[in-house]
């Protein structure tokens, strides 16, 4: 089993950025792939980006494409989502979780385990 802890999350003003970070718990963190994901209020979750077991393949969605970066450290158990130039329509809870599957990585239903999410606004 893994349990993950977002933190980072922030009230920031537009084109600031932000850092997120995903800890793992256990010993099994480098066999999953991992994902951030967001939700706005009123809006279905949405993918935002993607990891590979070891990092070598990665995706984002294009919302945030040139602007979010992605990482992860297998010795550290974490995961994290770098944010640059944030826009107002980024303001979302923001979730990291872990999926066997990196090839159905956009989906959410095949994320097995999620963390409780941090908040992130920006404001205009």
């Known amino acids: 089993q893994v349990q993950l802890v977002e933190s980072g999350g922030g009230l920031v003003q537009a084109e600031d950025s932000l850092r997120l970070s995903c800890a793992a718990s256990?010993?099994?963190?480098?066999?999953?792939?991992m994902g951030w994901f967001r939700q706005a209020p009123g809006q279905e979750r949405e993918f935002v980006a993607a990891?590979?077991?070891?990092?070598?393949?990665?995706r984002y969605a294009d919302s945030v494409k040139g602007r979010f970066t992605i990482s992860r450290d297998n010795v550290k158990n974490t995961v994290s989502l770098q944010m640059n130039s944030l826009k107002p329509e980024d303001t979302a809870v923001y979730y990291c979780?872990?999926?066997?599957?990196?090839?159905?990585?956009?989906?959410?239903?095949?994320?097995?385990?999620w963390g409780q999410g941090t908040q992130v606004t920006v404001s205009s």
């Open positions: 979780a872990a999926t066997e599957t990196y090839y159905s990585a956009t989906f959410p239903n095949r994320y097995k385990y």
């Open positions: 256990g010993r099994t963190f480098s066999s999953y792939a």
């Open positions: 990891i590979s077991q070891r990092g070598g393949s990665i």
